[in-house]
């Protein structure tokens, strides 16, 4: 348990931000097509990284129970 950590309700808050952002991109990607250039590339790329770094990070801590408001073992 950490005591400073994020709470339950913010992991799970972190969680559905994520999914709505790679649901967002996909949609988007899949509706204009992916953009031509390195910029636009990287862009997706970062926002990729974030989203889908974010949504693994807080998915890891719920299924683990690593929230401060988690009870004792």
């Given at each position: 348990?950490?005591?400073?950590?994020?709470?339950?309700?913010?992991?799970k808050?972190?969680?559905?931000?994520?999914?709505?952002?790679?649901v967002?991109?996909a949609?988007?990607?899949a509706?204009?097509?992916?953009?031509?250039?390195?910029?636009?590339?990287?862009?997706?790329?970062?926002?990729?990284?974030?989203f889908?770094?974010?949504?693994l990070?807080?998915?890891?801590?719920?299924?683990?129970?690593?929230?401060s408001d988690?009870?004792?073992?």
């Amino acid at each position: 348990m950490n005591k400073y950590g994020p709470s339950r309700k913010e992991l799970k808050f972190r969680l559905y931000v994520s999914v709505g952002g790679l649901v967002f991109m996909a949609v988007a990607i899949a509706y204009r097509g992916m953009p031509q250039g390195p910029a636009m590339f990287e862009t997706i790329g970062i926002a990729c990284a974030f989203f889908g770094g974010t949504f693994l990070w807080s998915l890891k801590k719920l299924l683990r129970k690593e929230y401060s408001d988690a009870p004792d073992p």
